[in-house]
């Protein structure tokens, strides 16, 4: 299993800015997702922060809700959308993408750009260069699915070398970069994904806001697990239904929920095996939901068992803060976010026998979970808040 890290063992790269607190201006900023919700669900906090600092923002995705509209705009941080599909390599689609954003960025004029998650990383720093923007930055929160798996299939390693070459392509001249954590950061390096010269700074994932989620007292009779993810196999989906399945062929007695939102991701699983686990009284399928709070204050211990890397999963962060002990797997990025044995348990990607015996144990003595889930509690509040991650990203940005 990977060996679980402590918060100085993030910034384990100098800073990259070479501006100071002191030397500080406000500037014009433009961040860039890959959906329009994540900017409210994972960078609200970080946007309010900036505009708070005086900058002038502007929040780029594909399709921007009219609901996430009005969250952005109600802060004064402007919105705008692109051309651009999530999945797919089309290069005449990839190339209406870039040309789309070198027009933004040559109208707005940003000082600094901030694009997450693979597609805009690689196509707003490309277009970045081509409108010179002084300030190119990227967030890499996992490498992609095209990186997700060793031994892929010939159609994922061709995207997974095209992907190499975009990045690289892109990457030339940008500032610095920041990833989740170190295997990532070495993976990033191995591949040559941006220049040796451009620092990267490991930050803590998105962070949590410790507030949104409060600590609540875990149910307990019964106990009920739940897993909170897209539903895609690489997240170990199958591998929680079987282990519920198998749990309950023992005759113990618990619940099990799964929440999360079906996908087009190539990994995704179907409606008919989603139906079909419903139909069998396996799991509970809670659907989608942009507020986890109220379910994560109703179940006990929240499960990931992600077979492939993640970056820092934030549906751990979450559970951690409202006081849920945690079973996850020992992929880069899920082993970097519990402390094992403490916050809950690290059990081997894709082993069912694993993640059985790990929830049997909360079954049978259902106080482990309240006091797992206590140490998770301190641990969120510690390293994982997303204020704390949010001044480290500015400071060393030299935002703030």
């Known amino acids: 299993m990977l060996e679980n890290l402590t918060f100085k063992q993030y910034v384990c790269e100098p800073k990259m800015s070479k501006c100071t607190s002191q030397s500080f201006v406000p500037q014009?900023?433009?961040?860039?997702?890959?959906?329009?919700?994540?900017?409210?669900?994972?960078?609200?906090?970080?946007?309010?922060?900036?505009?708070?600092?005086?900058?002038?923002?502007?929040?780029?995705?594909?399709?921007?809700?009219?609901?996430?509209?009005?969250v952005l705009e109600q802060f004064n941080i402007n919105t705008a959308s692109f051309p651009m599909k999530r999945t797919g390599t089309n290069p005449f689609q990839d190339i209406k993408t870039v040309l789309a954003l070198r027009k933004i960025f040559c109208t707005f004029k940003p000082d600094y750009i901030l694009p997450y998650t693979a597609k805009p990383i690689m196509y707003a720093n490309l277009a970045g260069r081509m409108a010179r923007i002084p300030h190119r930055f990227a967030m890499f929160t996992g490498l992609g699915y095209s990186f997700s798996e060793e031994n892929s299939t010939y159609k994922r390693k061709l995207t997974k070398q095209i992907s190499v070459l975009l990045y690289r392509l892109s990457s030339k001249g940008m500032e610095g970069a920041f990833s989740y954590n170190p295997i990532e950061t070495e993976d990033i390096r191995n591949l040559g994904l941006i220049p040796a010269s451009t620092p990267i700074t490991q930050v803590p994932g998105s962070g949590v806001d410790t507030?949104?989620?409060?600590?609540?007292?875990?149910?307990?009779?019964?106990?009920r697990f739940l897993m909170v993810a897209r539903l895609l196999k690489s997240k170990g989906t199958h591998i929680f239904l079987e282990a519920v399945q198998r749990l309950k062929a023992r005759g113990l007695k618990f619940e099990a929920a799964l929440l999360g939102p079906m996908d087009i991701n190539p990994d995704a699983i179907s409606q008919k095996q989603l139906d079909d686990w419903v139909q069998d009284e396996a799991i509970e399928y809670l659907g989608s939901t942009k507020y986890v709070p109220p379910h994560l204050a109703n179940c006990t211990v929240m499960v990931l068992p992600s077979i492939y890397r993640e970056g820092i999963p934030r549906t751990v962060l979450e559970a951690m803060s409202s006081g849920r002990a945690v079973i996850t797997s020992d992929v880069p990025g899920c082993a970097h976010s519990i402390a094992d044995q403490k916050d809950g348990f690290i059990v081997k990607a894709g082993d069912v026998k694993a993640l059985e015996n790990a929830m049997a144990k909360f079954i049978e003595n259902p106080k482990l979970a309240v006091k797992m889930g206590a140490s998770g509690r301190e641990h969120a509040c510690h390293i994982f808040d997303v204020h704390k991650v949010n001044k480290l990203l500015l400071t060393t940005m030299g935002l703030e």
């Open 28 to 70: 014009k900023i433009i961040v860039i997702a890959s959906l329009g919700y994540s900017l409210v669900n994972f960078r609200l906090e970080l946007l309010k922060r900036m505009v708070a600092n005086g900058h002038e923002v502007l929040a780029l995705a594909p399709e921007i809700e009219p609901n996430t509209k009005k």
């Open 211 to 223: 507030a949104l989620f409060p600590n609540t007292a875990p149910k307990t009779n019964p106990v």
